[in-house]
């Protein structure tokens, strides 16, 4: 069975990471993963994306370390960075983390590589890296610190606790909580919101955050005249 599956709901395209147990990240689920966001990107019907979890058990456990430890360092990685899109630079269309289940590790850096994030009552986010010794590479170091603030990134990254889903409301790093019976329906609508709005419009939204995000504010604006 394949750990990737796509569903097309008008311009949303839903990717299920299905890999059970724990959606842990092997090759096959970053290829699978990195071919769902290249159609995205490239398929002009498709507006926005959500992606989510089969079943409640886990969001993803992040890298799989038996798969690294037969494949080596660079399992996960493809032409769009690890697990098929945390470097996916032009990919500008809007995707949705919906996330009912525990993000662990390379799992909650692949929230954090989504635009938005809901996530049900019950889940909680960690970074398990820094006790194994490792660093996160996949964009903890780099989007955490942007979204929360330094203090708490430094706090979740050194310490690895648990950040439930309301105190990461409470951050601005989830945008809904919901219960887990409502989560996907209401990430669907959130997608489609999205997808209606004009396309062009969007994508230069997404393009001008990223490339402008290190940049002082003063060489953010256009010179007129």
Same mark, same amino acid.
């Given at each position: 069975?394949?750990?990737?599956?796509? @569903?097309r709901?008008?311009?949303?395209?839903?990717?299920?990471?299905?890999?059970?147990?724990?959606?842990?990240?092997?090759?096959?689920?970053?290829?699978?993963?990195?071919?769902?966001?290249?159609?995205?990107?490239?398929?002009?019907?498709?507006?926005?994306?959500?992606?989510?979890?089969?079943?409640?058990?886990?969001?993803?456990?992040?890298?799989?370390?038996?798969?690294?430890?037969?494949?080596?360092?660079?399992?996960?990685?493809?032409?769009?960075?690890?697990?098929?899109?945390?470097?996916?630079?032009?990919?500008?269309?809007?995707?949705?983390?919906?996330?009912?289940?525990?993000?662990?590790?390379?799992?909650?850096?692949?929230?954090?590589?989504?635009?938005?994030?809901?996530?049900?009552?019950?889940?909680?986010?960690?970074?398990?890296?820094?006790?194994?010794? @490792?660093l996160?590479?996949?964009?903890?170091?780099?989007?955490?610190?942007?979204?929360?603030?330094?203090?708490?990134?430094?706090?979740?990254?050194?310490?690895?606790?648990?950040l439930?889903?309301?105190?990461?409301?409470?951050?601005?790093?989830?945008?809904?909580?919901?219960?887990?019976?409502?989560?996907?329906?209401?990430?669907?609508?959130?997608?489609?919101e999205?997808a209606?709005?004009p396309?062009?419009?969007?994508?230069?939204?997404?393009?001008?955050?990223?490339?402008?995000?290190?940049?002082p504010?003063?060489?953010?604006?256009?010179?007129?005249?």
């Amino acid at each position: 069975m394949t750990p990737i599956r796509t @569903i097309r709901h008008d311009a949303v395209l839903e990717i299920v990471l299905d890999r059970p147990p724990v959606n842990a990240v092997d090759q096959t689920l970053a290829d699978g993963l990195y071919a769902a966001f290249t159609t995205l990107r490239d398929d002009d019907a498709l507006g926005a994306g959500v992606l989510i979890g089969a079943g409640h058990r886990a969001f993803s456990a992040g890298w799989d370390l038996k798969a690294a430890a037969t494949g080596g360092a660079n399992v996960g990685w493809t032409p769009g960075g690890w697990a098929g899109f945390t470097q996916l630079w032009d990919l500008d269309k809007p995707v949705v983390a919906a996330v009912d289940g525990p993000a662990v590790a390379g799992g909650f850096e692949i929230a954090l590589g989504c635009d938005l994030i809901v996530a049900a009552e019950h889940v909680e986010f960690w970074l398990t890296e820094v006790g194994l010794g @490792i660093l996160p590479s996949a964009g903890a170091l780099q989007w955490l610190p942007r979204k929360v603030g330094l203090a708490l990134a430094s706090d979740l990254i050194l310490t690895g606790r648990h950040l439930t889903a309301q105190e990461a409301k409470q951050h601005g790093l989830v945008r809904d909580v919901v219960p887990a019976a409502d989560l996907r329906a209401h990430a669907l609508a959130l997608a489609a919101e999205l997808a209606a709005k004009p396309a062009e419009t969007v994508r230069a939204v997404k393009r001008i955050l990223r490339e402008t995000a290190h940049l002082p504010v003063a060489e953010t604006f256009t010179p007129r005249g």
